[in-house]
Each structure stands twice: as structure tokens, then as C-alpha cells.
């Protein structure tokens, strides 16, 4: 299953002409990943939608001082970050449609989309329309998320991308357009 431009912009009506510029990646990214049924589809996009403020956001916002908390300190050694400081904060803050964060983050999706380290170098790719859907697409199918959307387990879902409920109105809101559009029965 594909979905369309128009259906996109039904889910994300503040997406404007970036619906246009992300669908072909997202339906790419989604069909590499076994992000193919209704109910899936409609789970991705509206954590997508969050996290990309539909689809504007690509690198996360933040002053130096905010992204520091990746830098030095616990939270930077869980990211797999270096303990001094050295700028990684910065380097790996969260990137593509689903905000990868942290340097072991980057090395991980990087081995996992390229088959090497490039993103290690070069993680501003996940900033590019094809590597910020395939990284999202890539989290999903790397953390399960496929089976909790099969099973309706939409708070499972957006703990275990954001780690608690930040936002979970926004997300559930997104959540049910998106089932209104591409879960509708056929008449």
C-alpha cells in the first residue's frame, strides 16, 4: 500500500508543499521496511508527523546550551557520546523524520541503511528527504514497532521512540487522521 500526496496532506495539513517533497522517500522508505498495511502506515506517520512537526523538522531545534545535555553527563554516555567536551552534542543531535540522537544512534542506523560508518562523518544526510524517511523507517522495523501498530499499542509505540509520553496528544490527534484516511473500509 501506497499512500499519496493527498492523503498525506489530509494527515498533516500543515505540510504544504513538504508532502510533496517527502512522499516518494516515505512511501520508499516504508515499503523497504514492511510498513505496508493501513494500520502501520497510519502508526508511522502520525510519529513522524510529531516528530518532524509534519514533516518541517529534519534537525533538531535547540541553542548550544540545550544540546549540551548531549554532550557531557549521563544521557551523553547512554547515547553512546564522548564524555568530553568535544562538540557531539551538536554533531549527533537528532536528526530525519524520527529524531536519531546520539552518536551510537548514528553508527547503528548508519551501518544499518549503508552497510558502514558514513553517518559518523557525514550525519547531516539524515537531514536530506530520502535518509530522514529511511532512518525513521529504519528505527521503526529496528525497534518492533511494525507489531505494536498491528496491535493498536499506540503508547508502546511512542514510549519507545521518545522514551516516556511527550507529546502524546499532538501524536494521537495525528494518529486518528491518519486512521481516518487510510484505514477506511472499501465500499
Request: aromatic letters at 8%; hydrophobic letters at 35%; one cysteine or more.
Amino acid at each position: 500500500m501506497q499512500c499519496t500526496e493527498q492523503q498525506l496532506l489530509k494527515i498533516y495539513p500543515n505540510a504544504r508543499t513538504q508532502a510533496g517533497v517527502f512522499i516518494s522517500a516515505l512511501n520508499s522508505a516504508m515499503a523497504r521496511h514492511n510498513i505496508n498495511t493501513p494500520l502501520r502506515i497510519a502508526a508511522f506517520l502520525a510519529q513522524v508527523g510529531h516528530e518532524s512537526g509534519q514533516l518541517h523538522y529534519v534537525r533538531e531545534l535547540g541553542s548550544d546550551q540545550y544540546l549540551s545535555k548531549y554532550d557531557t553527563g549521563a544521557l551523553a554516555a547512554r547515547l553512546g557520546n564522548s564524555p568530553e567536551t568535544d562538540g557531539d552534542g551538536q554533531r549527533y543531535r537528532g536528526r530525519g523524520l524520527i529524531q536519531i540522537t546520539g552518536r551510537h544512534n548514528y553508527r547503528q542506523c548508519s551501518l544499518g541503511l549503508f552497510g558502514d560508518e558514513r553517518l559518523l562523518a557525514s550525519p547531516e544526510l539524515l537531514e536530506q528527504p530520502q535518509w530522514a524517511a529511511e532512518s525513521a523507517a529504519w528505527f521503526w522495523a529496528r525497534n518492533g514497532l511494525n507489531e505494536l501498530a498491528d496491535r493498536d499499542q499506540f503508547n508502546s509505540i511512542t514510549r519507545r521512540i521518545n522514551g516516556g509520553l511527550n507529546g502524546l496528544q499532538d501524536r494521537l490527534q495525528l494518529w486518528a487522521r491518519a486512521r481516518a484516511v487510510l484505514c477506511q473500509p472499501s465500499v
